[in-house]
């Protein structure tokens, strides 16, 4: 699975910035690894964070909402200003705990907003939908990059639409 995980640049470039204002830097995830899995990552990654909260460890979560809690009493008198790709988990349900709130799309929500979306309407087989799951992942980088769907190069034409034909075919 490490082998899947990449650095969002949008998000490591706002990372960047608070790094260089001087800002804590708070990791708070509901993913399944534990923290020290996250950490290691992160370091090889050159993330650095002053503090993480994994839900799994907590017995609390962004989805629920009980892990800004748990942050909002450890951080009380601090300023907090939370991101994320999840339109609930990261933004709703941080801002009903009084913690600002920054939503970034993620690469499915990105990739809703194009006509590819309706591709999804089928009946996919697993290896379709693999498939659709990788021209959905090139095509969320293409417009967290560009803002638009506009192919730089003809590596990007290729990996989105020939790459997953030719291997479809043979």
């Known amino acids: ?40 990552f992160l370091n090889e990654n050159n993330i ?58 993620n690469k499915r929500e990105l990739f809703s907003k194009t006509p590819f979306i309706d591709l999804f309407k089928y009946n996919l087989s697993n290896f379709e939908k693999t498939i659709l799951a990788l021209i959905q992942n090139k095509v969320g980088d293409i417009l967290l990059q560009n803002k638009k769907l506009i192919f730089k190069n003809q590596q990007d034409l290729g990996y989105v639409f020939y790459g997953p034909l030719i291997y479809y075919y043979f």
Request: net charge positive.
């Open 1 to 40: 699975e490490k082998l899947l995980i990449k650095t969002n640049e949008s998000v490591y470039n706002i990372y960047k910035f608070a790094k260089k204002n001087k800002k804590k830097i708070i990791i708070t995830t509901d993913i399944y690894f534990d923290k020290q899995i996250i950490k290691n």
């Open 48 to 105: 650095f964070a002053n503090d993480i909260f994994v839900s799994c460890e907590l017995g609390r979560s962004k989805l629920k909402g009980d892990i800004y809690e748990f942050i909002r009493k450890k951080y009380k008198t601090e300023k907090i200003l939370h991101i994320g790709d999840n339109y609930v988990s990261d933004y709703i349900n941080a801002k009903k705990k009084n913690i600002n709130a920054v939503y970034l799309p």
